[in-house]
């Protein structure tokens, strides 16, 4: 006799293989959740890794510039009024980028005595950044020079040792060609330099007297030299470059001396044993004292032949 199978109990076995086959598919989902996610950790680690390879491999100095570049400060003498004659030196010394050399300009005079200056020269620091004010009163020749480099060990807070391997003091009437400038340092010693045009004007031996105050350059040793000798405390008065010249022969500092006759000299304004006429080699015109003398020289040297052509104006 056959048995019938009871409805009910093939209904229940259907009910349970059911729930049994979901449980299987959402462990076999669960696992394979878990394995992508890891995937997905694991990419974004080998990511990470690749992108900070890739960072830490990139250099923090720009690209025309190495650890080893020249530091020259140069500082221009002039006077807190003088403030055109600072903008026009600004674009003068902001549209030269000699290679291999980070030069500092910076416009160097004695304590403000009007309002005016008060207010006038601190928009140019707040714009510029680009001024040193000593505490003196404005002169010449009673010590402003030594003021300038004895000062300097304490306004610059640089972790550089030294913060400069050159100093410079130039006139506000002179046009320095920097990338000469550079060219005529690479060969020199960074230590007990002294750098200029040697006066007397016919003189070519560089340890016969002074080098002129047009412009003269030394080694930061002798910077640190000049604020801690007597030396130099002692003897102020008289005219700066002559003062300064005899400074390093009673210190013998200085023993490392460069002549710079004829890349530097005197605007050829008249025929005389001090200047020349324009040449290529220039690194540095003096007595600039007129616009008229400021753009014959501009001229000669194409100083503006880097302009980039543009819609926006049409110079010949």
């Known amino acids: 006799m056959m048995m019938m199978n009871n409805p009910k109990s093939e209904q229940r076995r259907f009910v349970i293989s059911s729930v049994f086959f979901i449980l299987f598919l959402c462990a076999v989902a669960s696992i394979n959740e878990l394995r992508f996610g890891n995937f997905l950790k694991f990419r974004s680690c080998n990511s990470i ?23 020259i400060l140069i500082g221009i003498m002039t006077v807190p009024d003088q403030y055109h004659r600072r903008h026009f030196l600004r674009m003068i010394y902001g549209t030269q980028s000699p290679a291999g050399a980070k030069i500092d300009v910076k416009f160097v005079f004695c304590n403000l005595t009007k309002e005016e200056q008060q207010i006038l020269v601190a928009l140019e620091i707040m714009r510029y950044d680009d001024i040193i004010i000593l505490n003196c009163t404005e002169n010449m020749n009673n010590g402003k020079t030594y003021t300038y480099f004895s000062s300097l060990l304490d306004i610059m807070n640089s972790t550089a040792a030294p913060p400069y391997h050159y100093v410079m003091k130039a006139d506000d009437d002179i046009f320095l060609r920097l990338d000469k400038l550079v060219e005529s340092l690479k060969p020199l010693p960074r230590e007990d330099l002294y750098y200029g045009y040697v006066i007397p004007c016919g003189s070519m031996d560089p340890f016969y007297r002074y080098m002129s105050g047009m412009g003269f350059l030394v080694s930061w040793d002798i910077v640190e030299w000049i604020k801690v000798s007597e030396i130099t405390r002692n003897h102020l008065q008289g005219p700066e470059d002559r003062v300064f010249g005899d400074w390093l022969r009673r210190g013998r500092r200085g023993m490392n001396r460069h002549g710079v006759k004829w890349a530097m000299y005197n605007f050829p304004d008249r025929p005389t044993v001090c200047t020349h006429e324009l040449w290529p080699e220039t690194i540095g015109v003096h007595l600039l004292k007129n616009q008229e003398k400021w753009v014959k020289t501009l001229k000669y040297f194409n100083f503006t032949q880097n302009l980039k052509p543009s819609k926006l104006y049409h110079i010949p």
């Open 49 to 71: 890794s690749d992108s900070s390879s890739s960072s830490s491999s990139v250099t923090s100095l720009p690209l025309n510039s190495t650890s080893d570049d020249m530091r």
